[in-house]
């Protein structure tokens, strides 16, 4: 088997474990689904009452948001799950094997990958419960769950990463909390963020979690020429820009993570 296919494969065999993990423990895939079920009810439906959007329902304002922040809690199931691993010795084991390296982290953001496929599924169908409509063709809508797929394959790497590094699930449980509420939450995904004081308005125009759920605005057709689009040049250009987040994060983190692997495990 060559040297290209050997990590695919490995990677696959790894994923379908982790997939069988998960089915043994739904605590994971229900973390990770009922966090955001709870979102949306929580500002459908409290806060909805009083947040308005010039044009459209705020519950379609809102879903788009609260997409990328069930893609963001679901991708931090790697970082989670790695360092459990790391706790047991199971990477011990592994390398033990004649297996390629690479194969863990292939295997582990590829099983995360599905288990982000569930949530957004549930996701969808409780949207339209409470009133979130698309107002694009099928391709559109499409492209959109794509791209949040894409999103969340990369962002599972930046987990992954960063788990190598801290190694401990506290340690990871405590920085995912404080850096992905300020990331949710100074943005665009639950309110205008023209309505920000300007220093928090500048950073929400540039979160990339504002480019990513503007991109999912606009491919579901969750937008309304009666509120003023930001002029910051991610918005702008939410597509591209998502894509070009999501090139920057795989370039970065793939090989990151895959270093701090082979120095986790060499130690």
């Known amino acids: 088997m060559s040297a290209l296919t050997l990590p695919i494969t490995d990677g696959l065999t ?4 982790n997939a069988l993990k998960i089915k043994r423990s739904p605590d994971l895939l229900g973390a990770a689904i009922m966090f955001p079920i709870v979102f949306v009810l929580l500002f459908a439906y409290v806060f909805g009452s009083v947040i308005e959007i010039p044009g459209m329902s705020y519950k379609e304002f809102l879903l788009p948001g609260i997409f990328v922040q069930a893609v963001i809690i679901g991708a931090q199931t790697t970082g989670y799950t790695l ?5 047991k010795g199971i990477y011990d084991r592994f390398r033990s094997l004649p297996m390629a390296r690479s194969a863990v982290l292939i295997g582990q953001t590829v099983s995360d990958l599905l288990m982000n496929v569930s949530s957004l599924v549930v996701m969808a ?4 419960v409470v009133g979130w409509r698309v107002h694009s063709s099928p391709l559109e809508v499409v492209l959109g769950f794509g791209l949040l797929l ?3 394959y990369a962002f599972s790497w930046v987990t992954a990463a960063v788990a190598l590094a801290l190694r401990t699930p506290e340690n990871f449980n405590n920085v995912a909390t404080m850096v992905s509420f300020p990331l949710m939450f100074i943005s665009n995904a639950y309110l205008d963020s023209a309505k920000l004081p300007t220093p928090l308005r500048v950073i929400a125009e540039w979160n990339p979690v504002s480019t990513f759920t503007q991109a999912a605005r606009e491919l579901f057709g969750n937008t309304s020429t009666a509120m003023k689009t930001s002029d910051a040049w991610p918005i702008q250009h939410a597509i591209p820009v998502s894509l070009l987040w999501i090139a920057i994060i795989l370039i970065v983190f793939i090989p990151l993570a895959t270093r701090l692997y082979k120095k986790t495990v060499s130690n």
């Open 150 to 152: 894409l999103f969340a």
């Open 83 to 87: 360092t459990l691993d790391l706790q």
């Open 125 to 128: 169908l409780m949207g339209l």
């Open 14 to 17: 790894i994923a379908k474990r």
